[in-house]
């Protein structure tokens, strides 16, 4: 897949948010949606956490009344030995 997004086992259409710009973010769930995807999951761990509610911000911006927020989960996980906080948001495609 294009930009950031990335496909977990489990996880379709999820678009793991790192350190690149917004709109690569963005552009990644963009062509989910034309691909036929009726959600998708934005998740960020970490410092990086604000940037996915910043790239929701601008996919609605961008798509408006065609997508809507579906769900949010917040929580921690162990990376490596470390506990960390994560972000998922679910994004779903209204027509």
């Not at 970490?46 to 009344?65: C, M, Q």
Request: proline fraction near 1%; aromatic fraction near 6%.
């Amino acid at each position: 897949m294009d930009g950031g997004a990335k496909m977990l086992s489990g996880e379709l259409n999820t678009i793991i948010i790192g350190k690149k710009p917004i709109s690569t973010y963005v552009l990644s769930a963009i062509i989910m949606f034309n691909q036929g995807a009726e959600e998708i999951i934005l998740k960020a761990r970490g410092d990086v956490i604000s940037k996915a509610v910043d790239v929701f911000n601008a996919l609605r911006d961008r798509l408006g009344d065609s997508i809507e927020l579906a769900g949010i989960e917040i929580g921690s996980e162990n990376v490596g030995s470390k506990r960390t906080s994560y972000i998922k948001i679910k994004v779903k495609r209204t027509f």
